[in-house]
């Protein structure tokens, strides 16, 4: 999980609020991300639909290559 890293990796002083931020952030993204595509799928059982849900795979793909990256630094 995000905020375990967070927790982690935070200097001991910041990790309250490390693991804020990290929260706030996560659901801002989901809200967006959620706005966006309810904005962008059109009627119930629209086989359309399929494709624009594959998008909110973009965001934990990207987090996972950025926590590769950073587990690989230490």
Partial sequence: ???ALAAQTAPPGYKGTALTLVTSIGFA???????LIS?????????????IFILLGIGPMTGLLFLYRLLRKK
């Fill in 39 to 51: 904005s962008l799928a059109g009627p119930a059982g629209d086989p359309e639909n399929k494709a």
């Fill in 29 to 35: 993204i989901t809200i967006a991300s959620l706005q």
């Fill in 1 to 3: 999980h995000f905020s």
